[in-house]
């Protein structure tokens, strides 16, 4: 599975993003999928997630109440929407997904995207 982020950039604080991530490949079906971030040097960090077919969620206790994590099933589409930004919030942000291949549930495999740069100006 190919991930492809979008829509990160350069905002000020208090600004607001939206990042996309499309999943791609043949035969496949998403179990989880989510946003990692990773300052400089720092150990990258889970932001949020939507999880199985209920969707639900986690978010990190530091963007809980100005992050949104939503989804488009049919699109295999995952979206952070980012308000409220603060200087802190600036990384790069990955796209994860889990998923198998050919609805074999025994094996959940991960991908992850290239990255897209989030910086916020104070």
Known sequence: VQLVESGGGLVQAGGSLRLSCAA???????????????APGKERELVA???GGAGSTNYADSVKGRFTI????????VYLQMNSLKPEDTAVYYC?????????ISTILWSWGQGTQVTVSS
Do not use: E, L
Not at 27 to 36: C, D, H, K, P, T
């Open 24 to 38: 791609s490949g043949r035969s496949f079906s998403i179990n989880a999928m989510g946003w990692y971030r990773q």
């Open 49 to 51: 997630r939507i999880i």
């Open 70 to 77: 939503s989804r488009d099933v049919a699109k295999n589409t």
């Open 96 to 104: 994860n997904a889990g998923y198998y291949i050919d609805y074999d």
